[in-house]
């Protein structure tokens, strides 16, 4: 693979992964996966916990 396609593929990741969060989370409202709560928070990285029944998820959990 050389550089130029290489590049072209990280331009597309980038996109298709904002594209993709942007469908999934509308108005940055995350909620949990498994209880549907609205009560999360954010912990380390990319990563939220559920306040109510305390499962961590990440961005794309359950998509
Ligand atoms: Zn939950």
């Given at each position: 693979m050389d550089l130029k396609?290489?590049?072209?593929?990280?331009k597309t990741?980038?996109?298709a992964r904002l594209f993709l969060a942007k469908l999934c989370w509308k108005n940055s409202h995350r909620f949990?996966?498994?209880?549907?709560?609205?009560?999360?928070y954010r912990i380390a990285?990319?990563?939220?916990r559920c306040k109510r029944c305390a499962y961590t998820f990440h961005e794309f959990t359950g998509r």
């Open positions: 396609s290489f590049e072209a593929l990280i990741e980038n996109s949990c996966t498994r209880c549907r709560s609205y009560k999360v990285g990319k990563k939220f």
